[in-house]
């Protein structure tokens, strides 16, 4: 049975996943909570057009029986705009994530403010670490998915209080079909995950998170259980065109 570490495993490491609802931060919580962490999540409410994911993250939360916090930034969604995730007017780009049209995807120092929000809990909760999921297949096109960057930001977190808190970042090296198999492995509930930029309520199946995700579970062997919208192209299909969406 996976539970918090602060109820069966009270010598465990102290860690605040930054839990997003998708694949990559479930299989992370996942992850430390079979290797006995106390562990509590955090969601971060920016604005996004995807608010599906919150849901789908304070859902497993009260599955596992552990606290999760949704950390409400929507009075800055306007410092954000210009990204297809917290401008409305923009319209997310369907393809895969090595196009170009996917810079509109960017919300500007997402990851700075989600990590640096994570940090404050896990100061004011005396916790001893913040978790969250990059991994290498995390694209150029993210300036803040840069591994310089994690390296340099988490020296910084590390140096935010006199309470030490480390970045804990354990998927750096492997890639997001490799973290497929190890959610597998774990008996992640994947169904229950959500990536689509769209929140729609259905996966779209063709935004660059969706042909990642699709992606992901193909080059796993690991068989996919997302509901996918109806007009989304089949796998062999996706396969066939080197995962690029025909439009």
Known sequence: MLKSGNRFC????KSIVVHSGGMDSTV???????????????SIDYGQRHKKEIIQAKAMADSLGIEHQIADLTSITHLLSGSALTSPDIEVPEGHYAEDNMKATVVPNR??????????WAVSQKFDRIAYAAHSGDHAIYPDCRTEFADVL????????????????????ITKADIVKLGSD???PFEKTWSCYKGLELHCGKCGTC?????AFYLAGVEDPTEY????????????????INL
């Open 111 to 120: 990851n700075m403010i989600l990590l640096s929000v994570a940090t404050g």
């Open 211 to 215: 042909v990642e995700r699709r992606e």
């Open 10 to 13: 009270d010598k465990g490491v």
């Open 229 to 244: 919208a109806p007009d989304a192209p089949t796998v062999e299909e996706m396969v066939a065109s080197e995962w690029k």
């Open 28 to 42: 992370l919580l996942y992850k430390l909570l079979s290797e006995g962490d106390d562990v509590k999540t955090i």
């Open 154 to 173: 988490g020296e910084a977190i590390e140096m935010a209080d006199w309470q030490k808190v480390s970045l804990h970042r354990p998927f750096v090296d």
């Open 186 to 188: 774990l008996n992640v």
